[in-house]
């Protein structure tokens, strides 16, 4: 599979289990090798204390699936994230 290039979302919150059920949904829709793409979620407290949950992942189906459910997700590619904070 070509993957384009891998993408950031995020949302305020504890959203570990939300993320999880999401990686499982895109495993059964797209099937058992979708379990080869790097799928990461991941929460942190920002500097002001408050929890976020970080979602990193490279398939087409994560970019329609937060089109048609964005549940509060908000999302950049990698490129344009590491760009705008000089990473």
């Given at each position: 599979m070509n993957s384009p290039e891998a993408w950031l979302w995020w949302k305020h919150g504890d959203?570990?289990?939300e993320g999880a059920a999401l990686a499982?949904?895109?495993v059964t829709e797209v099937g058992q090798n979708a379990a080869a793409d790097d799928v990461h979620v991941r929460r942190t407290?920002?500097?002001e204390?408050?929890?976020i949950t970080f979602l990193a992942a490279s398939d087409p189906w994560w970019h329609e699936q937060i089109r048609v459910h964005p549940n509060?997700?908000?999302g950049a590619?990698?490129?344009e994230v590491a760009?705008?904070?000089d990473l």
């Open positions: 959203c570990l289990e499982a949904k895109f407290r920002t500097p204390g408050q929890v509060g997700w908000r590619s990698l490129s760009r705008r904070f």
